[in-house]
């Protein structure tokens, strides 16, 4: 059994910034790419983020500048770094981990999101 957990949303203010983590705990050997995704009501979920089992990092334009993904491989943790937080960067933050469970076995697991609302 594997959980992903984020943390860290909340509400701030337009130009504050928040830290996100994403947490994997459970039986697995290790985690590979990981991605950040947000969805607001009646859109589809958005990847805004990812890094690779190499480091490889990408950003969307939306976010590109403002945002950081970086990981912490030995305590199975990854962040999302939001700095200049504007009204429309409100939505639920997910994470999407592909687990490594066994040298056969593969798999993504989310997590259950945490709510971020940027607003005066």
């Known amino acids: 059994q594997v959980t992903l957990v984020e943390s860290g949303g909340g509400l701030v203010q337009p130009g504050g910034s928040l830290r996100l983590s994403c947490a994997a705990s459970?039986?697995?050997?290790?985690?590979?790419?990981v991605g950040w995704y947000r969805q607001v009501p009646g859109k589809e979920r958005e990847l805004i983020a990812s890094?690779?089992?190499?480091?490889?990092?990408r950003y969307a334009d939306s976010v590109k500048g403002r945002f950081t993904i970086s990981r912490d491989r030995a305590k199975n943790l990854v962040y999302l770094s939001m700095n200049s937080l504007k009204p429309d960067d409100t939505a639920v933050y997910f994470c999407?981990?592909?687990?490594?469970?066994?040298?056969?076995?593969?798999?993504?697991?989310w997590g259950q999101g945490t709510q971020v609302t940027v607003s005066s």
């Open positions: 459970g039986r697995f050997l290790t985690m590979n790419g």
């Open positions: 999407k981990a592909a687990i490594v469970l066994t040298s056969m076995s593969l798999v993504d697991y």
């Open positions: 890094i690779s089992k190499d480091g490889i990092i």
